[in-house]
């Protein structure tokens, strides 16, 4: 039997969704016997879809929502006979401050997996229980790259959803 296989897909126009996915590819990747695939959501197959044992979505923040092009893949995620169910789905996002939409864009994908009848893991530390974030405009964070203490986050939240993988043999 092939490996278990992490879906890991994002949006990002200018970069800081995309290191935050590639922090938990690195979190799956501390995991021996779990596989992934990291892309952009423009380039996602159904059949990668299918066949994964979790999905892991990312969006920035936009206007306190997920992005057009995050609500547009949700939307298109097959449906009928819901083939996600019982699939472990888990979510980042990157927003420019504090308190102004990280946690509405966590909590409305995560509303739409379960949807999907997919099952939600949080982060790994209380400070990522809904899922990793990142602040990437405010105060000192607002450096061009996405600071260290929100990567581990991230790669927190890859390396629990491929132990979970394991554990529920999904
Ligand atoms: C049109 C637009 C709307 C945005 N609205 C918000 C917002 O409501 N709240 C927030 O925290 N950041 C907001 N941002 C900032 C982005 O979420 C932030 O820069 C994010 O890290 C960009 O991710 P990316 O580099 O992966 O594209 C907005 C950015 C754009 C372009």
Redesign the pocket.
């Known amino acids: 039997q092939s490996p278990s296989t992490i879906l890991i897909t994002y949006h ?7 290191a935050m996915a590639e922090a938990v590819a690195k979190g799956v990747k501390e995991v021996q016997g779990v596989e992934y695939i990291l892309k952009p959501i423009a380039e996602v197959l159904e059949e990668e879809l299918l066949n994964a044992s979790a999905i892991i979505l990312g969006s ?5 929502n997920m992005t057009a092009q995050m609500q547009e893949f949700i939307n298109s995620l097959p449906f009928e006979g819901r083939p996600l169910k019982n699939k472990l789905g888990a979510v980042f996002v ?4 504090f308190s ?3 946690e509405a864009v966590m909590f409305g994908m995560i509303r739409a997996m379960m949807i999907h009848g997919m099952i939600i893991v949080g982060g790994d530390e209380l400070e990522a229980a809904f899922g990793a974030s990142a602040i ?2 405010e105060g000192d964070f607002a450096e061009i790259e996405v600071q260290d203490i929100f990567l581990k986050k991230a790669e927190g939240l890859g390396r629990r959803v491929g132990e979970l993988v394991l554990k529920t043999n999904n």
């Open positions: 990002s126009e200018s970069g800081k969704t995309l920035p923040v936009y206007n306190a990157t927003g420019g401050g102004i939409g990280e990437t405009g």
